[in-house]
C-alpha cells in the first residue's frame, strides 16, 4: 500500500521556521526530515507533518493556508527586540495570546454572574501630575510611602504590593516560559510584562525570569497603564523609553517606589543603602538621586559606568521548588479560584479548565484541591 504524502510547498515550511525564531540549519539538525522536504525531494506524510507542528509550535492548520497568517501583538511592546516595527518573538505573542484567552473568558464569566472587579481603569490619563497619580495609586493600593521600609526584601515586596494589586480587582500572572514549557523561555530583552486593559478583566503579565526588584518596577509601572487605560507592554534595558505615554508610566513606578520627600530624608549617599531600603535596583535610586539633585553628574556618570561593568545577574532555574506553587503564580490564585467555581456550578466545562489553566487531570484536580 503506497504512502500518502502531503504537497506542502518549501516557502511554507521555511515561513513556519522563521516564525519560531529558528535557522534553516538548525532546524534541519532538531528535524533532519527537512533537509529532504526543503529541496522537494520528498514529502510529507500527514502524520510527519504533524510532527514538525509540535516541534516548532506551529498550528497544523496554517501550513495548509492559501496566505500565510497575519500575527501581530495586539498592544505596543516598547523598548529592547521587542520594540523594533518588524520583530515578532513567537514565545512573547503564544503569551499574550494565553492571558487573552483567559481574559476574554473571564469578562464574560464576571458579567453573567454579576461579581464586581476593578474600578480604577482608565481613572487617569497623561495630563494628570505625577504627584496626583502616584498619591491615587497609593489610596488604590492602601500604601504609605514607606511602605517598603518593613519588607524583608524585593521578593518580600513584591508578594505584598501583588496581593494588593490583586485584592484591589487585577488579575496577575507571573511566567518565565510559555505556559508549562520550560523548553520555551521568556526572554527579559523581549519581554518584562505587560498590561492588557479590560473593565471588568483587568489583566497583568510579568516575566518571572526576570530580578525581582525589576518585577517591581514592572508591575508598578503595568499597574499605571491600567489607570491610563492603555494596554502595552515593555521589554529589553532598564532605561527610560521617551515615547509620552511609557514615560509617564516610569516616572508614576518611580516616585510611588522611591518618592523624592523620602529619598531626600534618608539619601547618604550610598546606592546600595537605598537599593535595599526601597527594595528597588541600584540603577534606580541613582536616577532618582541624580533627577533630584542629589547625585551631581560627574557622581552619576561614575555610578553608571561602575555598574554597566557589573556581570548581569542571570536568575538560576532550579529543578527544586514545588511545581504546585509555581502554578499558582503562573495561573494566578483569583483566576483559578473563578475557574474553579465555574466547573463547580457548571459553567465551564473541565476540558475548557485544563485548557485554560494549562493543567490537566490529576494535576488540576491537586491544584485546585490543595492549592487554591
Not at 106 to 120: A, G, V
Not at 262 to 287: G, H, Q
Amino acid at each position: 500500500m503506497a504512502i500518502e504524502r502531503v504537497n506542502i510547498q518549501p516557502d511554507i515550511l521555511r515561513w513556519a521556521i522563521q516564525r519560531a525564531g529558528v535557522s534553516e540549519e538548525k532546524a534541519i539538525e532538531a528535524f533532519p526530515l527537512l533537509d529532504s522536504w526543503l529541496p522537494q525531494k520528498k514529502q510529507p506524510t500527514l502524520n510527519q507533518l504533524k510532527r514538525f507542528a509540535v516541534k516548532f509550535y506551529v498550528p497544523l492548520v496554517y501550513l495548509f493556508m492559501d496566505n500565510r497568517p497575519e500575527e501581530v501583538i495586539p498592544f505596543p511592546m516598547f523598548r529592547g527586540e521587542a520594540g523594533q516595527q518588524d520583530h515578532f518573538d513567537l514565545n512573547v505573542y503564544d503569551t499574550v495570546m494565553n492571558v487573552q484567552a483567559r481574559q476574554e473568558w473571564l469578562e464574560e464569566y464576571l458579567l453573567e454572574n454579576e461579581i464586581e472587579t476593578c474600578s480604577f481603569i482608565g481613572s487617569i490619563n497623561t495630563q494628570v501630575s505625577i504627584s496626583e497619580a502616584v498619591n491615587k495609586l497609593r489610596s488604590i493600593l492602601d500604601l504609605d510611602p514607606k511602605w517598603a521600609f518593613s519588607m524583608s526584601s524585593s521578593d518580600a515586596a513584591l508578594s505584598y504590593i501583588g496581593q494588593r494589586v490583586e485584592d484591589a480587582g487585577v488579575f496577575l500572572a507571573y511566567n518565565g516560559v510559555v505556559g508549562n514549557n520550560t523548553h520555551r523561555l521568556l526572554k527579559v530583552s523581549e519581554c518584562r510584562g505587560f498590561a492588557l486593559v479590560n473593565e471588568k478583566a483587568p489583566y497583568i503579565f510579568i516575566n518571572s525570569a526576570d530580578s525581582k526588584s525589576a518585577q517591581l518596577f514592572t508591575l508598578v509601572h503595568e499597574v499605571t497603564h491600567l489607570m491610563l487605560g492603555k494596554s502595552a507592554g515593555h521589554a529589553g534595558s532598564e532605561t527610560f523609553h521617551y515615547e509620552i505615554t511609557e514615560q509617564y508610566c516610569d516616572k508614576v513606578a518611580a516616585e510611588f517606589l522611591v518618592p523624592a520627600s523620602v529619598l531626600r530624608e534618608v539619601w547618604n549617599n550610598d546606592t546600595k543603602f537605598a537599593s535595599r531600603r526601597f527594595k528597588v535596583s541600584e540603577l534606580v535610586i541613582a536616577r532618582r538621586a541624580h533627577d533630584l539633585g542629589l547625585m551631581s553628574d560627574a557622581a552619576y556618570r561614575e555610578f553608571w559606568l561602575s555598574y554597566s561593568k557589573r556581570p548581569v545577574n542571570v536568575k538560576k532555574t532550579s529543578s527544586g521548588g514545588s511545581f504546585y506553587l509555581t502554578s499558582v503564580k503562573r495561573v494566578g490564585r483569583n483566576f483559578a479560584i473563578h475557574v474553579r467555581n465555574a466547573v463547580n456550578n457548571r459553567q465551564l466545562s473541565y476540558t475548557e479548565a485544563y485548557r485554560l489553566t494549562g493543567l490537566y487531570g490529576k494535576t488540576y484536580d491537586s491544584f485546585m484541591t490543595n492549592n487554591i
